[in-house]
């Protein structure tokens, strides 16, 4: 069975080695420009030396020839999708439309050795490709992390660490489970797409924020105080004065920067107007945690689709 699971789905395979080595490629000689420059330029000793906030002539410099790259996000983000798209609906969903899974079960190949042929090759090909890439790219993203402190941000989360992985198989096996359901494999590609790009916009834009109770930090802006909370994921900030009134963000300068003005002076201005910072926010030190926990997430629901493939496949399908 297993050398017959490589014949079936050998193409694929052999397309998703030749893609993912292309992207690698890329990833691979951008990335080491990249760290480069991070380390030649003096940005990775002014971050690992000084406070996050002095560093603004060297971040401004990276992002100005590396921050283009971000435009790759959507692309990377939606690579998972593409994973239940073209290898999970079909894989099961092509045998039961053409029929061809009654010949092999009549050659005295149970169902369920024929089923743990054909998810076994293509969900360890899967989480092969998967790690690797997570690995990959989470290496990319380092200098662009460091330069601007924004891993945790909605979209840059989703790119790296272990939830790339998650996101793979869930998507893996949310086509499966359409194909097995549907029989039919346009359908299942079909609910396949919509049924892994809802579940990340539910989650990435208002499920995710509520894994653990936000923290709320008051900061007095004053001269040399890093107020962007580098790391964190800010969901939301304001400025209050003294009086308890909202201001501008801007208000704090346009107030207190005055021409000459010693960092004392500014100071005692900021204090004598009583200006205030205030941020709700994710702290960084929770990126780890939240990562855990939407794997978790993910994982768990693939675990259930396979679980109900598995099911519609011995006791549904004739």
Same mark, same amino acid.
Request: a positive charge.
């Given at each position: 069975m297993t050398w017959l699971a490589w014949r079936q789905h050998r193409q694929q395979?052999? /397309?998703?080695?030749?893609? /993912? @080595?292309?992207?690698? $490629? /890329?990833?691979?000689?951008?990335?080491?420009?990249?760290?480069?420059?991070?380390?030649?330029?003096?940005?990775?000793?002014?971050?690992?030396?000084?406070?996050? #906030?002095?560093?603004?002539d060297f971040e401004s410099s990276f992002e100005s020839r590396f921050g283009s790259l971000r435009q790759l996000s959507p692309f990377l983000m939606v690579l998972p999708g593409l994973v239940g798209l073209f290898w999970g609906a079909p894989l099961l969903a092509r045998e039961?439309?053409?029929?061809?899974?009654?010949?092999?079960?009549?050659?005295? $190949?149970?169902?369920?050795?024929?089923?743990?042929?054909?998810?076994?090759?293509?969900?360890g090909l899967t989480l092969v490709?998967?790690?690797a890439f997570s690995a990959l790219i989470t290496w990319w993203l380092g200098p662009l992390n460091a330069s601007t402190g924004s891993r945790f941000q909605p979209g840059? =989360?989703?790119?790296? #660490?272990?939830?790339? $992985?998650? %996101?793979?198989? /869930?998507a893996l096996a949310l086509g499966i489970a359409a194909g097995a359901i549907l029989g039919r494999t346009m359908p299942a590609m079909a609910v396949a797409l919509v049924g892994f790009v809802v579940p990340?916009?539910?989650?990435?834009?208002?499920?995710?924020?509520?894994?653990?109770?936000?923290?709320?930090?008051?900061?007095v802006p004053l001269p040399g105080v890093d107020v962007?909370?580098?790391?964190?994921?800010?969901?939301?900030?304001? !400025?209050?004065? #003294?009086?308890?009134?909202?201001?501008?963000?801007f208000a704090t300068g346009s107030a207190c920067s005055a021409n000459g003005a010693t960092a004392r002076a500014l100071a005692a201005c900021i204090h004598r107007h009583g200006f205030v910072?205030?941020?709700?926010?994710?702290?960084?030190?929770?990126?780890?945690? =939240?990562?855990?926990?939407? !794997?978790?997430?993910? #994982?768990?629901?693939?675990?259930?689709?396979?679980?109900? @493939? $598995? %099911?519609?496949?011995d006791r549904r399908v004739s």
């Open positions: 395979a052999l /397309f998703g080695a030749v893609s /993912f @080595a292309l992207l690698g $490629v /890329f990833l691979l000689l951008t990335g080491r420009h990249m760290h480069s420059v991070f380390d030649s330029s003096g940005l990775s000793h002014c971050l690992a030396t000084r406070n996050h #906030g002095d560093c603004g039961l439309e053409q029929g061809t899974h009654r010949l092999v079960w009549t050659q005295d $190949v149970g169902r369920l050795r024929w089923l743990a042929a054909k998810l076994g090759f293509v969900l490709f998967a790690f840059i =989360f989703d790119q790296q #660490g272990i939830v790339p $992985v998650a %996101y793979t198989v /869930f990340r916009l539910l989650v990435g834009g208002f499920l995710r924020r509520h894994y653990e109770a936000p923290v709320t930090q008051h900061i962007n909370h580098p790391g964190a994921w800010v969901l939301h900030s304001y !400025t209050l004065d #003294g009086s308890g009134h909202q201001v501008p963000l910072n205030i941020a709700t926010l994710q702290p960084a030190g929770r990126f780890w945690l =939240f990562q855990g926990i939407e !794997t978790a997430l993910y #994982g768990g629901v693939a675990l259930a689709l396979l679980a109900l @493939a $598995v %099911y519609w496949i």
